[in-house]
């Protein structure tokens, strides 16, 4: 018997089942990174999100957890600003 199989880590490695986390990401949003390609799990989809980024829980179930990216207050105004200077100056 090797030394890993016999361990609580092994045991706990053949057991679980995993957990999927779905990420709905709107469209630019800034932040999230995809690293899928340094990943070690190349099979995986892999995002980054910086440190503090909120998500809005959509649905959540014994294996998986569905989740929407929220932009940062700084997105929301900049697109503000941006709008209302684009329709003053068409006004």
């Not at 089942?17 to 070690?40: C, E, T, V």
Request: glycine share 4%; aromatic share 12%; with cysteine.
């Amino acid at each position: 018997m090797n030394k890993k199989s016999g361990s609580a880590a092994a045991k706990y490695d053949q057991d679980r089942k995993g957990f999927l986390w779905i990420i709905d990401i709107p469209p630019k949003y800034f932040g999230a990174r995809n690293i899928q390609d340094i990943s070690s799990r190349s099979k995986e989809s892999e995002t980054l999100f910086p440190p503090y980024s909120a998500f809005e829980v959509l649905a959540l179930e014994e294996d998986s957890c569905h989740l929407k990216a929220l932009p940062y207050r700084y997105e929301e105004e900049v697109e503000r600003t941006a709008s209302q200077s684009s329709q003053t100056a068409y006004a």
